[in-house]
């Protein structure tokens, strides 16, 4: 721990010992953080938010990464679900200008996990980001940075991901970009053809939820302005596909170089600039 939080949290907390937690999402960003951090603070309580709505690949991640730290991950899933709070909501399905899914099940349960003790939250937020999000704001909750004050960017996280043996999460590898639940309005089309690809099952469920949601005097999307039963027509699907493509050709064509972690192996790192909107409880 560094001399700067040992001031932050004395000025916060006084001489009371705080608890030192981190919450995992299954995605890259907060796992490669709870990796940097295992044997600087031994103390460190790992937490994963489990809304019922992820991906097998997600629990696939989590349960790899728990052996690698070699400590339990606890649960904090929801004592009501997302079914449950659909329902207070009237019908009415969370979209980015209302994300009451990130509140109820993944910042409430955060909140009641931590209780009112003193609490250090670890954010896996990178030095190259230049975003905010969505935090508690209690006041026995204090948010620190580590790769952000260490200096750490992408091509770090990946490093210290590929080092560990764990590497990036699954789902990376048939190109979803982001953790949390399978019908995240942060989705691009093309994640949502590759869910529908991957995991027809699921996408018929997003699909489901969508077109029940008019029976709440509401016309939803998760797309935005396209419904999920558009998207999914073969003439679409070829479309998206083939828009996605030609900007991915726009964007090797300005690059100058690879880096080495695309060199080795040939693996493709996107650019995940598009989430920098999303949900930090959810996302990193």
């Known amino acids: 721990m560094t001399m700067s939080y040992v001031a932050q949290i004395h000025s916060t907390f006084g001489d009371v010992e705080p608890r030192h937690i981190l919450s995992l999402s299954g995605g890259k960003d907060s796992a490669a953080l709870a990796i940097y951090l295992r044997d600087r603070i031994p103390q460190i309580e790992y937490i994963f938010h489990d809304t019922d709505k992820e991906l097998p690949e997600t629990y696939d991640y989590i349960a790899r990464l728990e052996a690698i730290l070699g400590k339990q991950i606890a649960r904090t899933t929801p004592v009501d679900s997302f079914d449950h709070w659909l329902a207070v909501y009237r019908g009415m399905l969370p979209s980015n200008h209302r994300r009451w899914c990130t509140k109820m099940l993944k910042l409430k349960p955060f909140e009641a996990y931590v209780g009112d003790g003193p609490v250090i939250n670890y954010v896996g937020l990178r030095a190259d980001e230049n975003r905010t999000g969505y935090i508690s704001t209690k006041p026995n909750i204090l948010a620190v940075y580590p790769f952000q004050d ?35 309005f942060y989705q691009q089309k093309i994640e949502w053809v590759r869910l529908l690809e991957k995991h027809p099952d699921y996408f018929a469920l997003a699909l489901g939820y969508e077109e029940k949601a008019v029976q709440f005097g509401e016309q939803f999307f998760w797309c935005q302005s396209e419904s999920l039963r558009d998207l999914a027509k073969p003439e679409r699907v070829a479309r998206i596909k083939s828009d996605w493509e030609k900007s991915q050709e726009r964007k090797r064509s300005k690059r100058k170089a690879l880096t080495l972690v695309e060199t080795l192996g040939g693996l493709e790192v996107e650019d995940d600039s598009h989430l920098r909107d999303g949900c930090l409880v959810c996302s990193i």
């Open 150 to 184: 260490d200096g750490l960017v992408r091509a770090d996280i990946i490093r210290i991901l590929e080092d560990s043996g764990l590497g990036l999460p699954p789902y990376m590898d048939w190109g979803r970009s982001r953790s949390g639940c399978y019908f995240c």
